[in-house]
């Protein structure tokens, strides 16, 4: 997503940076237990689905 990097964090959270300046832009509990060991995105850049410990997928929208 250009100059976004996005992490998926032991936590079971999902943290978005901008590449360029290294600021957090925002997270996002996406996990009830355990941690984010999946992320992907797909081809538009416009939806991004998130899978870990807890066995749910959450899929997250953007609209840029």
């Known amino acids: 997503m250009d100059d976004l990097l ?3 964090t032991g936590g079971g959270n999902i943290l978005v940076y901008d590449s360029k300046t290294e ?3 925002y997270g996002y ?3 009830k237990k355990g941690c ?3 992320l ?3 081809k538009k ?3 991004l689905a998130c899978a870990g410990e ?3 997928v959450t899929l997250l929208s953007f609209e840029w």
Do not use: A, T
């Open 54 to 56: 807890d066995d749910n």
């Open 45 to 47: 850049k416009s939806r």
């Open 40 to 42: 992907g995105l797909n």
């Open 29 to 31: 509990g996406v996990m």
């Open 23 to 25: 600021e957090c832009l």
């Open 36 to 38: 984010c060991r999946l």
């Open 6 to 8: 996005i992490f998926g």
